[in-house]
């Protein structure tokens, strides 16, 4: 991969991760466009790695406080507040690890240049995003009930085109949730299944047959630095637009988007 691609794509996943516009239908978008090639199977899983850890760090760093109380929350070993927070993060989180487990090879195939695939699902994602803008009552806390049905549209997520937190945060403020509780529950449900998604592709890497010491180092530090200060800059701003109801903009760019990746993908094919 080239360092220029790399930055691109960085920038590309630091911005669409934490934006409601699908940040792994733009990499498919934006290798599409760059015209990307990478050959070793481990190298192009190994820069997906350094960028969703450069992105799930940004989240961290942005959420630090309430990642911090929560904690404390949790060790005080009492059944307040943070710990039904944290336990209904890990409930919203077992949809999307069934179907990332029961189906892994099935959305590993769809990660393939699939662009009217994404297409479809972006103008899916605009769909959510106008319905949820227009959404009025949005005043209570996640329940469990929410916290589940939010998981599930996680899980509906990993298709390439579907932003996940377009998604879940759509889906958490058309259940009526108060916007600024959505977005936090969004952003630090996905933390743990990332981490956990990196763990096991680290493995894979590690088992692959490909000597890792031939991966150029520069591409992946380029990457991973463009990925996390633009991820920085893009989950500060998200959770600002979120507060502001100002989702329906995005579905009108995922529409724009989804319509011309579905022109060029009929064009082309």
Known sequence: METIDAFVL???QGLTEFLPVSSSGHIELGKAVLGTDIANKEENLLFTVVVHFATALSTIIVFRKDIIELLKGIFAFKWNEETQFASKIVLSMIPAVIVGLSFEKQLEE?????????????????????????AKKTEKGVSWKDALII???QAIAMLPGIS????????????????AKAARFSFLMVVPLIFGKIAKDLLDVVKGDTIIENV???????????????????CTWMISLVRKAKLHYFSYYCFAVGIIAIIAGVVNS
Do not use: H, Q, Y
């Open 164 to 179: 996940r937190s377009g998604a879940t945060i759509s889906t958490s403020v058309l259940l009526g949730n108060d916007r």
């Open 151 to 153: 998981g599930a549209s």
């Open 216 to 234: 150029s180092t520069t591409p992946l530090i380029v990457g991973f630095f463009a990925a996390f200060i633009v991820g920085l800059l893009a």
């Open 10 to 12: 960085g920038v590309i």
């Open 110 to 134: 769809l990660f393939e240049g699939r662009i009217i695939l994404v297409g479809f699902m972006l103008i899916i994602t605009g769909l959510l995003l106008f319905l949820a803008g227009r």
